[in-house]
Structure formats: structure tokens, C-alpha cells
């Protein structure tokens, strides 16, 4: 951030409901309106459109949530099928959006994500797919990344979407991706390791240590923890 700038912070999860969110703003602004970036690209998209992509979102995407938040093993045939379900969804969903508002599309992150989800353990053949996927879910949200070949540097972290959409534990997913397809492809996985870190960096002021201490379950589960000393070898040698 420069000298100046105004630091922003989102009272309300902006993945929720877009009525639910004027109404909660309403009494604070001026004739009701949120000012916010958000806010104003919603109303660009108009309130038919926004209405639209919420009723999708709650009757035909949220049971898919649901099912994945229950904890309930899905085989991979069945992550094939869901896979295959939710693209005819995204596109709706895609098509409620104006093309003049960009990449910010937060509600979309959710949907990427859990298509990238729906991909693991991934085929040879989706590998490249699901990590597409994964992208798109961040830069949705608002994530800048700067894209060097495989290498990948987080210039801005996502804004809050929903409360179990975390990003370093995310990067950390995606890392054992590569991992488990491409066994050999260590520097794809180190490099997505160092965008866990740079998340956690940006959204907390926080380190290599910080992430080993607070997704040390994740990391055992994953098997990945002397993965992350290699990508932080790498990176103590890049700042000498």
C-alpha cells in the first residue's frame, strides 16, 4: 500500500446475500446506499441479474456445499459426477455477471474452489484444470498474482468470501495437487507453498513459522512439512 491510501475492511461476509447486505448497511449510508466497490458493481449488473445469482447459489449450488461441509467421504466417481454438475451451474451463474465489471466476482470463488475440490485426487489429465480452477477462485475474490512460468507471487490476498474458504490452508491443497500427480513437479508444489506463506503474510503479518504453528494438522495430514522447509530454504537464499 502507498502513503495515503484508505485501508479497507468488509463488516459483512461479501459471499452472503446481496439483499441481506443492504439491509444490513441500509441505516448506515446515505439514502441506503453502500458505497462500496462491491456494492457497486452489483447494482452495474442490475437487480434482476444479482437476484438470480443468489437464487442459484441458494437452490442449486448450496446443496453441493453442504454435502462437502458434512465430512461425508465422496468416492471418486461420485467427485466425477459433481464435477460434471456443477460446470452447467458456474456458466449460469457466470452469465449473471456484466462483462464490464472484471475479475471481481466474489460469489464465483466458492463455486471454482469446490470445482477444483470435486478434481481431487487429480487425474493426469485434470491437473493443469484444477489449478486453473483455483486461480480463478482467488482472483475472484480479488487476489493478485504475479506469474512467472510455474513460479507464482501473491501481490494481493483475497478478500473474506465465507468463513471456511481459507486461503493459506487452500495453498497448501494446492501444493500437495502437484504433489500427488506429478510426484517429481517440487518446484510447482514449493512454489505454491511460498503463496501460503505470502498469504498469511498479507492477510496477518505472518511467517513460516506462524503457518507451521497454526495449519500444523493440515500440513501433517497433507504431508507436506518438509516441503515447506525446502520452499523457506529457497526463499532465505533469495533474500541473501
Not at 442490475?46 to 442459484?56: D, M, N, S, W, Y
Not at 470445482?115 to 489449478?131: K, Y
Not at 480463478?136 to 475474490?141: G, I, L, R, T, V
Not at 518446484?187 to 503474510?201: E, H, I, N, R, Y
Request: some cysteine; glycine content about 6%; hydrophobic content about 35%.
Amino acid at each position: 500500500m502507498k502513503k495515503g491510501e484508505e485501508v479497507f475492511i468488509s463488516y459483512f461476509p461479501i459471499g452472503e446475500d446481496h439483499d441481506a447486505r443492504q439491509k444490513y448497511f441500509g441505516p448506515v449510508f446515505e439514502k441506503g446506499v453502500c458505497p462500496c466497490e462491491i456494492c457497486q458493481l452489483d447494482r452495474i449488473d442490475g437487480p434482476e441479474k444479482v437476484a438470480l445469482r443468489h437464487k442459484i447459489l441458494k437452490e442449486e449450488f448450496l446443496p453441493y456445499r453442504q454435502k462437502k461441509q458434512s465430512g461425508v467421504p465422496i468416492q471418486i466417481e461420485e467427485s466425477a459426477r459433481i464435477r460434471q454438475q456443477l460446470l452447467p451451474i458456474l456458466a449460469r451463474l457466470e452469465s449473471t455477471y456484466s462483462s464490464s465489471r472484471g475479475s471481481l466476482r466474489p460469489e464465483l470463488s466458492d463455486v471454482y474452489h469446490l470445482i477444483a475440490d470435486s478434481s481431487v485426487p487429480v487425474p493426469v489429465h485434470l491437473r493443469q484444470v484444477a489449478i486453473d480452477y483455483r486461480l480463478k477462485a482467488f482472483e475472484s475474490a480479488g487476489a493478485k498474482f504475479e506469474k512467472k512460468g510455474i513460479k507464482i507471487k501473491v501481490i494481493a490476498a483475497p478478500v473474506l468470501v465465507h468463513q471456511y474458504l481459507d486461503s493459506v490452508g487452500i495453498c497448501l491443497l494446492t501444493s500437495c495437487t502437484y504433489l500427488q500427480t506429478f510426484p517429481q513437479d517440487i518446484p510447482s508444489c514449493l512454489s505454491w507453498l511460498q503463496a501460503a506463506v505470502d498469504m498469511d503474510k498479507l492477510l496477518r503479518q505472518g511467517s513460516y513459522a506462524s503457518v507451521r504453528q497454526g495449519y500444523a494438522q493440515v500440513i501433517k495430514e497433507l504431508n507436506i512439512g518438509y516441503l515447506l522447509d525446502e520452499a523457506e530454504k529457497g526463499s532465505f537464499k533469495k533474500k541473501k
